[in-house]
């Protein structure tokens, strides 16, 4: 599935070619994620389009260590962007795919204050072997989840596995 969140967006519109763009730096769920097409931001519905990505987006030193797992890259984005309420909370699907977002925010113990308050890609692997794909934010105390598919978030006895290095496991 191709899906992303945004880190960060301009909020003036730029013009190219004569049509008006804004620039933005996306967490794409995989790497094929950003890819030129019509996305839908969940949960309000709206239509973006997303006109090229996959440009390179560099870190400040204080991120670097989040940004290895989270991979965000620069995209052009149409102005349809400005109108989605909570963009930052938002995740944008392919528009013909059909699937449900769901959130949870659960206690956890997991000493990485570089990667406090960033969205890094992972799987959530439940202890069936169910896989689900989405994006988990740590916090001091917590991790914020935002799962994509089945019928709830993550619940506990699950693990996620981030997605750009397999050595960084959580157990919710």
């Known amino acids: 599935m191709k899906a992303f969140k945004i880190l960060e967006f301009d909020k003036r519109p730029m013009k190219i070619k004569g049509n008006k763009i804004i620039a933005a730096t996306l967490i794409p769920l995989t790497d094929d994620s950003l890819a030129h097409g019509d996305f839908i931001a969940m949960p309000s519905g709206k239509k973006v389009e997303l006109v090229s990505g996959g440009m390179l987006a560099k870190a400040h030193a204080d991120a670097k260590p989040a940004f290895s797992f989270m ?3 620069g995209a052009s984005v149409g102005v349809e962007l400005l109108e989605v309420d909570s ?10 795919v059909k ?5 949870s925010i659960l206690s956890c113990e ?11 890609p992972g799987d959530f692997v439940a202890s069936d072997g169910t896989v689900r794909e989405g994006w988990f934010k740590l916090g001091e105390a917590n991790v914020e989840v935002c799962v994509l598919g089945g019928e709830s978030g993550a619940v506990s006895g699950e693990k996620v596995i981030a997605k750009h290095d397999e050595n960084l496991v959580i157990n919710l």
């Not at 963009?87 to 013909?96: K, L």
């Not at 997991?110 to 890094?120: A, D, H, R, S, T």
């Open 71 to 73: 991979k965000p890259k």
């Open 110 to 120: 997991m000493m990485l204050p570089e990667l406090y308050g960033f969205w890094i």
């Open 87 to 96: 963009p930052y909370e938002s995740v944008f699907v392919e528009s013909y």
């Open 99 to 103: 699937t449900s977002v769901h959130r």
